[in-house]
């Protein structure tokens, strides 16, 4: 299973910009998915990002035109460029991959980076 490790998240103002990153290591021959989600304290999980190892994306609609998810597989990394930032994006970011090794798939998380934007 895949270790994940976030990185990136701050405080900024509305407006502004982040990266976050994420880089996995551990035990996985490859990562299909990968992606992004994020908590708010009393609601539930959202997905925001998710980049397919075929390059393909999927956003959650609000974020679409502002946040760009990439990835390097070279680095087993991955990032989430987020522009004109709004308050409401106030969340706990996690990062997420599906993972292989060999024939067994499995889900891992990373602990998650606080993203604060003020107005």
């Known amino acids: 299973q895949a270790q994940l490790a976030e990185s990136g998240g701050g405080l900024v103002q509305a407006g502004g910009s982040l990266r976050v990153s994420c880089t996995a290591s551990?035990?996985?021959?490859?990562?299909?998915?990968v992606g992004w989600y994020r908590q708010v304290p009393g609601k539930q999980r959202e997905m925001v990002a998710v980049?397919?190892?075929?390059?393909?994306?999927n956003y959650v609609h609000s974020v679409k035109g502002r946040f760009t998810i990439s990835r390097d597989d070279s680095k087993n990394t991955w990032y989430l460029q987020m522009n004109s930032l709004r308050p409401e994006d106030t969340a706990v970011y996690l990062c997420y991959a599906d993972s292989a090794y060999g024939l067994r798939r499995s889900d891992s998380w990373g602990r998650g980076t606080q993203v604060t934007v003020t107005s």
């Open positions: 980049i397919k190892s075929d390059g393909s994306t």
């Open positions: 551990g035990s996985f021959s490859r990562l299909n998915a």
